[in-house]
Structure formats: C-alpha cells, structure tokens
C-alpha cells in the first residue's frame, strides 16, 4: 500500500477510466463509429467527430514509448528517483505513469512493459508499469 495522492477528477468521463481501474481492468475508451482508441478520455473522437464511444478493453502489455528519470518529486509521498514512462499500446493509445522496479535498469525504446495496479490508500488501485519478465 502506498500513501499516492488519489486522482480527484474534476470531469466525469475520468471517472470512467478510474473506476475501470479499481475493478483491475484497464479500459481505454473506442468510438463506436471509427473503432479508434483514445486517451486521455474525450466527449468526441478525434477522429472522426463522432460523440459515442464506448468504454473497452485494452492489452495489458505495451511498449516502452519514452520515459525521464524524475529526480525532483512534486509530492512529498513520491520517493525519488522515480521513472516516469510513456508506454505505447498496440491500439495506438499512450498512457503515462510511473514505471516501478527500473531504477539503474539500461532503458530502450519499445522495451516491453507490462501494466499492473498499485494499491494506494485504502481502497484506490493505481495503474503503473513494470517492465516485461523475459
Ligand atoms: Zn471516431
């Protein structure tokens, strides 16, 4: 368990995605019209202008995209260093978070990372990236 500070979306198309997180399954919204993935979570498909969509099921692997070692936190509960990654997912859609266990690990690009979910608090799961077992 970690003391994380808890997302508090001010929007409630997030708290789809989140809610989606806390049942441990990480969804990405698709439009039902032009099957594009997107996130961060929108009203309207880039796409193709579309306003439905649905909330769908996204692989739990992806590739590592980018990433910076953050030597600084912002809160205090963050322990540095810490990675913070971009991972790529075969749908096309990018996510951020903190990549765990990989701090002095030689990083590539496109490296595999796997998601899993860090329970923070009490009753909150974090969506956080672990590089693949080989
Ligand atoms: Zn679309």
Same mark, same amino acid.
């Given at each position: 368990?970690s003391?994380? $500070?808890? $997302?508090? $979306? ?16 990480? !969804? /990405?919204?698709? =439009?039902t019209?032009? @099957? @594009? /993935? !997107?996130? #961060? ?6 796409? =193709? ?8 099921? =996204?692989? @739990?692997? *992806?590739? #590592?995209?980018?990433?910076? +070692?953050?030597?600084?936190n /912002? ?10 990654a971009? +991972?790529? /997912?075969?749908?096309? +859609? ?9 701090? *002095?690990?030689?990083?590539q690009? *496109?490296?595999?990372?796997? +998601?899993?979910? @860090? ?10 990236? !672990?590089?693949?077992?080989?």
């Open positions: 368990m003391d994380w $500070p808890i $997302p508090k $979306p001010i929007d409630p198309i997030n708290d789809e995605f989140w809610q989606s997180c806390q049942d441990g399954i990480l !969804r /990405f919204q698709r =439009c019209s032009c @099957k @594009k /993935f !997107r996130h #961060l979570p929108r009203y309207m498909c880039a796409s =193709c202008g579309s306003t439905d969509y649905e909330w769908a099921p =996204c692989s @739990k692997t *992806g590739s #590592l995209y980018s990433w910076t +070692v953050t030597h600084q /912002f809160h205090p509960s963050f322990e540095v260093p810490f990675i913070a971009i +991972v790529e /997912f075969p749908e096309g +859609v990018r996510m951020v978070s903190q990549l765990l266990d990989a701090n *002095g690990v030689d990083l690009l *496109g490296l595999s990372v796997d +998601v899993e979910f @860090k329970a923070v608090g009490e009753d909150f799961q974090m969506p956080v990236f !672990r590089l693949s077992a080989e």
